[in-house]
Every structure is written in structure tokens, then in C-alpha cells.
């Protein structure tokens, strides 16, 4: 018996491969069925984001932006306008605050509702994710309906929007919400207190505090390990501190806190959320007004450096803009949740079943267009 | 604290290390020398009325061959005290060398290698400093004003895009 030798063995899990939720190449060093480390390999989805965006005028990096995080290309959209905003100084009207936290909100239910569906996938429950689809694709016929597009939108420019609303859209609106709100119920009974997902979830590839902060997780999987932060109330951008919700922060029902269970639980609280403030908006929405800000037609914000950053269905999506005075951005950063995010797991998916590491990917709910870029 | 409070504690800690504060600039920063950064980074990260715990992003600038200078710009929050600072470390465009803080903050493993792909600016310290997105032996740094794409990668030709091509 003592002849036997064990060794390690490397295990390549993707690039194609359906559980990594895109194009990534997990390597796993595995003892037996455990596995010691993980290593993300990166990049099969490179597009030059930044050196694009060195080349475009400013409003012309949008398209690529929505490309980036193409499950939230509403957010992302928004992010970037307010980035470039700010650094220009500019007010934009009332109207426009309210249509863009609309879309904004109803993109982040959109984006939960995959990362819901696509989970239920990762650990066995097929059902749940025809579920999601069937209200996500009410929202994307809202998008449709309003811009013509169902997933890269152009739709929040600098400035302003690319064009108002359409007739009929508050009422539609208002009729998903009487449709969603209720659904959520369907949801927990379907898959959040379902015994075998719990078993699956639970107290698996727990994330404490300090782990998740130094690693800079951001976002809902920051908020399963019991942070109360989120952007939209602790540093208000946008018209978010009009309106009147709760920050959903993870809860101790099942496991510990920072677990996979968690990391799930805090996306479908949160479409509750988003839930409400669309309503809200919708109520206060400013029925007459222009959708386009007064600005110069050739954009060029004063020479310096502005870090913007803003709260994405993942997370905190940072824009880092350098400019030297002239019509294109002499530098564009984008800091990207996904890939902070996805940046803790060989430290949480260590020491768990290869099954396991299935499952925290799937918590982690990245998209790959912006960890690549 | 106001970034002018942290420039003073910095300064009369560190003294020379602390180069200046730019207080006009719509981002105020604090430029520091690369040498001192890693014990700099340390104290912001460890004194408790400053505990900057969370580095929210690393961003490397290439100021162009003209000017010759290199930037790498920290952007640092604290979660505990919710106040913000900027560092700017920069030094010539040809082996550049910044004090790695990849243990200190665990964000900046993945972002350091990130500046290096793009910038070849060295992280030293770093424990695996080696290219993120492009693959291991692609040649150049891409997001340096003076790159040229290079012609074969394995025996395919790479496609040239002229930059003028992209604005209209």
C-alpha cells in the first residue's frame, strides 16, 4: 500500500462549458474531489474596450458600453453619462433623471432575474429559469418598445436620452409591476426555500466581511456577507435619495452569512426593491419636458481626471476618465464589478467540491463582456 | 477627514515620500514617490482615523511619448470613516517600477496585472505578475500611445485598424 502515490490533478473547467456563464477557463487543482485551488483565466472575450474608447468622441464610447456588461446595458449606460456629466458640469432635466432611474431599475430586474434563472440551472432546477424569462421578456418589450433595441440599448446618452418615451409605456410599465410584484412569492416557493437548493447553497463557499472588502466585492455579493452599502443611498448619484426603499442586506435564515444562499437571497430581495422605486418614479414622473439636456455639440470636458463611480446589478462599476481638453477621452478606465467579483474565488471555492465550485461561480453571477472587456 | 487633512497627516509622517497635492483639480490627488508607496499604503490602510480598507480601482496613464511620463492612480475609499483619496505615482516611460500593494489590498492583485498587460508599468513585489486579458506572449503593451499592433500572432496576420478610421 505504501507504493500508492496520490497526486493532484489539474482539471479544466471551460472555456466552453456552460457553468461559467460565458467564455472563462476555470483551472482547478483537485485532490480527489476537492479542490485546492482555483485559477480564472481571462480574456477569450477581449474586445479593446479602453483603447476603442481612446479613439471615439465621447459620446460615441456608449455603444461599447453597453457591451461591456451586455445583461445591464441600461446601468452601464447610465454610469458612463453621469460620469461624463460630472466631469462637464452639467445639469440634466428632471424628466430625464426620472425616465433614466426608470430604465435603470427595470434593467436590474432584468439582469437578477437571469442571474436567478441561470443559478437554478447551475445547480440542477431547470424550472426556475423558464420562470424568469417569461418576465424578463415583459421588460425587454418595455425596452423594445421605447428604443428598438432588446439588449444593447444606446439608449442613455450623455446629456440626455436618445428619445423620449412612447405613448402607453407608463401604463405598460405599471402593468408588469401589478404582473412581477406578485411573482416574486413564486419565486421563493419555487426555488429559495426548496429543500434540495438549500442543501446545494447553504452554508457553501462562505465570504466573510473583511475578505470581501479587501478583494473589493462589490454589489449584492458584498451585501450577502452582511455589509449594509449600496451607492444609491450612501453616496446618492442621479435622483435615487428621492425615493423611499430599503437596502436589502443578507439575511441569516438558512447558513451563515456570505454564503452562496445569501449572495441568491439579496437579488431577489433587491428586485422587490427596484420594484418600488420604479413605481415611485413612475408616480412622480414629470408628465411635459424635454429629454436632452442643453449641451455644446462637441463635447470636451476641461483638461484633469474624474473616478465616477455608480451602483450596477453587480455591483460598483467604476468610470475613470482622463481628459487633455479635446473632443476624444485621453483615457477611459472602466472598473468593472464583475471582475473584482469574480477575483475572490479562488479564496472562497477552495477546500469545496468541484460541484460546489459550480455553485459559487453561479453565485458570483459575472458576465464575462465586462471582466474581458 | 478632507483630503487637505489627510495630505497633512501623510506629510508628517512620511515627509519626503509625499510629493504634492494638487488641491485645484476637479479630482484632488496627493502625488507620492514610488519608493515610499508600499509603506504609505500600508500606514493609510492600518492608522485607524484614516482605515482606507477598500481600494475601489487602479488605473495606469500613459502620458504619451512627448512628455515621457507614466502614471499609475489609485482611487481609495474607507468604509469606515467614508472619506476618499487619490494617489498618483508617475515616473518615465521606460522601465517603470512601482512598489506592489497586492498584499495589502487583495483588489490590487488582479488590477496590477491588469496595468502590467496593458502598460508594462513592473509591480515589484507582486507574487504573479504576469498578463490578465491577453495571452502570456503577445507582444507590446496596448494601451501605450506609441503601439504598434504586431504583425503575426502563431502565423495569423492581426488586422491593423487605423485609429483616424474610427471617428467620422
Redesign the interface.
Known amino acids: 500500500m505504501r507504493d500508492l502515490r496520490t497526486e493532484e490533478m489539474t482539471l479544466n473547467m471551460g472555456p466552453q462549458h456552460p457553468s461559467t456563464h460565458g467564455v472563462l477557463r476555470l483551472k482547478l487543482r483537485t485532490d480527489g474531489e476537492v479542490v485546492t485551488s482555483v485559477e480564472p483565466v481571462l480574456g477569450y472575450l477581449h474586445r479593446c474596450f479602453e483603447k476603442h474608447a481612446e479613439n471615439l468622441e465621447y459620446p460615441g464610447v456608449i455603444p461599447f458600453v453597453d457591451r461591456c456588461d451586455y445583461l445591464a446595458s441600461m446601468n452601464n449606460d447610465h454610469g458612463y453619462a453621469l460620469a461624463v456629466e460630472q466631469f462637464l458640469d452639467i445639469e440634466v432635466p428632471e424628466r430625464v433623471e426620472y425616465i433614466r432611474v426608470i430604465f435603470a431599475e427595470l434593467q436590474r430586474i432584468a439582469s437578477h432575474l437571469v442571474a436567478f434563472g441561470t443559478f437554478g440551472l447551475d445547480v440542477g432546477a431547470f424550472t426556475p429559469f423558464l420562470y424568469a424569462f417569461r418576465e424578463r421578456e415583459m421588460i425587454l418589450d418595455l425596452f423594445e418598445m421605447t428604443c428598438g433595441a432588446r439588449l444593447l440599448y444606446n439608449y442613455i446618452w450623455v446629456g440626455g436620452l436618445s428619445h423620449d418615451i412612447p405613448p402607453g409605456f407608463v401604463e405598460k410599465t405599471y402593468r408588469f409591476l401589478e404582473h412581477f410584484e406578485p411573482k416574486i412569492k413564486e419565486y421563493n416557493d419555487l426555488l429559495t426555500n426548496n429543500k434540495i437548493f438549500i442543501e446545494r447553497t447553504a452554508d457553501v463557499g462562505m465570504l466573510p466581511r473583511d475578505v470581501a472588502i479587501s478583494y473589493g466585492v462589490t454589489g449584492p455579493q458584498l451585501r450577502a456577507s452582511g455589509v449594509d452599502w449600496d451607492l444609491r443611498r450612501d453616496e446618492p448619484y442621479s435622483i435615487y435619495d428621492r425615493f423611499d426603499w430599503k437596502v436589502a442586506v443578507g439575511v441569516d435564515a438558512y447558513g451563515e452569512l456570505g454564503d452562496c444562499w445569501n449572495r441568491y437571497y439579496v437579488k431577489i430581495l433587491e428586485m422587490q426593491e427596484s420594484a418600488k422605486i420604479v413605481r415611485q418614479a413612475l408616480d412622480n414622473l414629470p408628465v411635459e419636458g424635454d429629454v436632452h439636456a442643453a449641451i455644446p455639440k462637441k463635447i470636451r470636458p476641461p483638461e484633469g481626471a474624474n473616478y465616477f463611480r455608480s451602483e450596477n446589478p453587480r455591483g460598483e462599476l467604476g468610470f475613470y476618465i482622463v481628459s487633455d481638453g479635446g473632443t476624444t477621452p485621453f483615457r477611459v478606465k472602466m472598473r468593472s464589478p464583475a471582475l473584482s467579483n469574480l477575483g475572490v474565488i479562488d479564496e472562497i471555492a477552495s477546500d469545496w467540491l468541484v460541484a460546489d465550485v459550480v455553485a459559487i461561480l453561479g453565485s458570483l453571477d459575472i458576465v464575462l463582456g465586462e471582466i474581458d472587456r | 477627514m478632507t483630503r487637505a487633512d489627510i495630505y497633512t497627516r501623510l506629510a508628517d509622517q512620511f515627509g519626503d515620500s509625499i510629493v504634492e497635492f494638487n488641491d485645484e483639480?476637479?479630482?484632488r490627488y496627493i502625488r507620492i514617490e514610488p519608493s515610499g508607496w508600499y509603506a504609505v499604503a500600508t500606514f493609510l490602510k492600518e492608522a485607524p482615523d484614516l482605515a482606507f480598507?477598500?481600494?475601489?480601482?487602479i488605473?495606469?496613464?500613459?502620458r504619451g511619448p512627448k512628455e515621457d511620463q507614466m502614471e499609475v492612480?489609485y482611487?481609495l475609499f474607507s468604509?469606515t470613516h467614508?472619506h476618499k483619496i487619490?494617489i498618483k505615482i508617475s515616473g518615465p516611460r521606460a522601465d517603470f517600477h512601482v512598489p506592489s500593494v497586492e498584499s495589502v489590498?487583495?483588489?490590487a492583485?488582479?488590477h496590477e496585472r491588469e496595468t502590467y498587460d496593458?502598460f508594462g508599468i513592473v509591480f515589484d513585489g507582486h507574487r504573479r505578475l504576469k498578463?490578465?486579458?491577453?495571452?502570456e506572449d503577445w507582444e507590446g503593451f496596448?494601451?501605450r500611445k506609441d503601439y504598434q499592433v504586431q504583425d503575426y500572432y502563431h502565423g495569423i496576420r492581426v488586422p491593423k485598424i487605423k485609429?483616424k478610421k474610427?471617428?467620422p
Open positions: 483639480s476637479l479630482q480598507d477598500s481600494l475601489m480601482c488605473a495606469g496613464v500613459d492612480v482611487a468604509m467614508r487619490t489590498w487583495r483588489l492583485d488582479w496593458m498578463r490578465l486579458l491577453l495571452p496596448p494601451l485609429p474610427l471617428t
